[in-house]
């Protein structure tokens, strides 16, 4: 079976930067399961793994305009300790959950602080950079009526609920 829209897919990968540093890998843990043309996982690998199937590898580079988008100094906000629950546990670093200005949730990382302000950032963290993944499709299979209709996947490798 070939990985197109509503498919259910999984995919075993290494993550490398532009200096060949792994930033993330499945290897250990089940496999990355998602679902084709439902938006889950990037867009440039998930356009790299269209028409592939069970037994196929690949490795694709892709830049940050098909992945997490560029850098932007926009996204970095200062804003008073205060704001913070317990602003003196806040350290560089660390992420919290915030709303953006067109309401929706999105996490921010702390880059920087004092003692008036803590500055932080809301750009992925893996904005800006090029994107090297190792891929090894796994699987690939219809899913079921649940997962369609949440547009993810259920279960081993995929969300729970």
């Known amino acids: 079976m070939r990985i197109e829209a509503n ?3 999984t995919i075993d990968y290494v993550l490398k930067n532009d ?3 792994v930033l ?3 290897e250990g843990r089940e496999g990355l399961s998602y679902l084709h043309g439902a938006g889950n996982i990037i867009p440039g690998l998930e356009k790299a793994l269209a028409d592939k199937q069970a037994g196929d590898a690949l490795n694709v580079s892709i830049t940050p305009e098909d992945a997490y988008g560029e ?3 926009e996204m ?3 804003v008073p300790r205060e704001m913070f629950p317990s602003p003196e546990q806040v350290s560089v670093g660390m992420q919290f959950h915030a709303q953006s200005p067109d309401g929706q949730m999105m996490v921010v990382t702390v880059v920087d602080l004092n003692d008036e ?15 090297h993944f190792e891929v090894q499709v796994k699987e690939v299979r219809e899913p079921t009526q649940e997962e369609l209709e949440h547009g ?3 279960g081993p490798g995929g969300h729970d609920h």
């Open 19 to 21: 200096a060949g540093e």
């Open 24 to 26: 993330d890998s499945s």
């Open 152 to 154: 993810h996947v259920h």
């Open 71 to 73: 850098r932007s100094d």
């Open 7 to 9: 498919k259910v897919v």
């Open 117 to 131: 302000h803590i500055v932080v950032d809301g750009n992925h963290p893996l904005a800006g950079e090029n994107l």
């Open 76 to 78: 970095k906000q200062t």
